[in-house]
């Protein structure tokens, strides 16, 4: 007698039907783990030791000095969330976060309901908004510093010649941060914008008509009809411009290097300062990385369920 098939397996099934797309797959997958797999678990080992620029590892000439850091448990993290600087830059950034994020979706809302009815040169204010999305983020970061310079910037000068008093813009802590957040939402308005008129371009123009003919007024079109329409895509890009937002360190490390002082350092740009100026704590900025990716997580998690309670499938 031979011997029965025996039932195949739900992966072995998976593989003899959909083998192609596994394999036009595998390559991405294994990039995907050698570019941020590895990297990502070094980092959470990183952030378990003492590692520092004195007991790396590095080669010197001929000389290889090995590795003397050793594994301090959670001690990192401990120390970090028992210190006031940890919970005074968290509560910054959750502020700028939440500034940009309002005001990038407030402004692209507006513009998006601006561009979406029929005027003149429509197609060419729409190229002239979307000119700072194009501009690369280190080029916009300079054209600021240069127009927020308290000599010779073009926003003092324009002050001056109506016969105001110079601002010294980066000098000090409140108008530091009020300028960096203008500067990102400049740059992060193009984006909400143009996902937000796809939206309203895809929302039917019949639901329009219908409420106009049974005498709705533009507010009560505009609260039920655009705002529901725009949902699933206000959910997704709010949660993008988030993370974006929250991780957003070219422009504040180059406009104000964080400055005055620290006054308008993120975490992300602390955990920077961390690894790469002074005494390199390897280890701790490793652990304020780790951090970092928690809070997006849990973040993205809870958003996630939230949308999920209003019928929204994402």
């Not at 005001?103 to 908004?129: I, T, W």
């Not at 910037?153 to 016969?163: D, E, F, Y």
């Not at 008509?209 to 705002?227: C, K, L, M, S, Y």
Request: proline residues 4%.
């Amino acid at each position: 007698r031979g011997r029965r098939p025996t039932k195949a397996g739900p992966v072995r099934r998976a593989w003899s039907h959909y083998w192609y797309a596994w394999a036009m797959v595998a390559p991405v997958i294994v990039v995907t783990a050698v570019l941020v797999g590895w990297p990502l678990a070094r980092g959470v080992y990183l952030s378990m030791t003492d590692a520092t620029e004195a007991n790396m590892g590095r080669t010197i000439g001929v000389n290889v000095i090995p590795s003397t850091y050793e594994f301090a448990g959670l001690d990192n993290y401990v120390s970090i969330l028992g210190s006031g600087l940890f919970w005074e830059k968290l509560t910054w950034t959750v502020v700028w976060t939440v500034a940009c994020v309002a005001l990038h979706y407030g402004v692209g809302l507006g513009l998006a309901l601006m561009l979406n009815r029929r005027l003149r040169f429509r197609s060419a204010y729409r190229l002239m908004l979307i000119l700072p999305w194009a501009i690369p983020g280190f080029v916009a970061a300079f054209i600021w510093r240069y127009l927020y310079n308290s000599d010779y910037g073009v926003i003092n000068a324009m002050l001056r010649s109506i016969g105001l008093g110079g601002v010294g813009w980066l000098d000090d802590p409140t108008t530091a941060k009020i300028a960096v957040i203008l500067v990102n939402v400049w740059v992060g308005i193009p984006f909400m914008m143009v996902a937000l008129l796809g939206g309203l371009q895809s929302i039917p123009k019949d639901l329009y008509e219908a409420a106009e003919v049974d005498g709705a007024t533009p507010w009560q079109r505009f609260r039920f009809i655009t705002i529901p329409g725009l949902r699933t895509v206000s959910s997704t890009v709010v949660l993008l411009g988030t993370i974006w937002t929250f991780n957003m360190f070219p422009l504040i490390f180059l406009i104000t290097g964080g400055g005055p002082g620290s006054s308008t350092e993120i975490l992300v740009t602390y955990a920077y300062r961390e690894a790469f100026t002074g005494i390199r704590n390897y280890s701790g900025s490793a652990a304020w990385g780790v951090l970092i990716l928690l809070l997006l997580v849990v973040m993205a998690v809870v958003y996630r369920r939230a949308l999920r309670k209003q019928g929204e499938v994402w």
